[in-house]
């Protein structure tokens, strides 16, 4: 289970970023049966999708903020590991033998690109 203590340091625009890179995984792995974590928002929806546009939306974002990532040289992997299949900081921290910590400034890396890909910071 991801720690709580990381989500409620997340500001809104990061929150929602997180919720876009869950929701653009999904989409594209749909169909691959690729078992993710099930996100429950703060007002209890499962998700924010409004549709296919929004779907599609997430989609796009998605790739291009992997691409960037790519380009800046910034791993995407903590962030999908933390974000979709609901592993905690400390878990892929130990896990790819990293310090404690490592792992969250990977996700503040990778969430303030992806705010800042969308207009939001």
């Known amino acids: 289970m991801a720690d709580i203590r990381l989500f409620e340091s997340l500001s809104p625009a990061m929150e929602r970023a997180a919720q876009e890179i869950y929701d653009g995984f999904r989409s594209i792995t749909e ?17 924010t999708s409004n549709g296919k546009d929004y779907l599609a939306d997430c989609t796009n974002h998605f790739w291009l903020w992997g691409q960037e990532m790519t380009r800046c040289r910034h791993s995407v992997q903590p962030v999908i ?15 790819r033998r990293k310090r404690n910590g490592w792992t969250k400034a990977r996700i503040d ?3 303030g690109l992806y705010c800042k890909i969308r207009g939001w910071i």
Do not use: I, M, N, Y
Not at 81 to 95: A, I, M
């Open 31 to 47: 169909g691959l049966h690729v078992k993710t974590w099930a996100v429950e928002r703060v007002d209890g929806s499962k998700s």
């Open 109 to 111: 890396e990778g969430l």
């Open 81 to 95: 590991d933390v974000f979709v299949f609901g592993h905690s900081c400390r878990q892929v921290d130990k896990s």
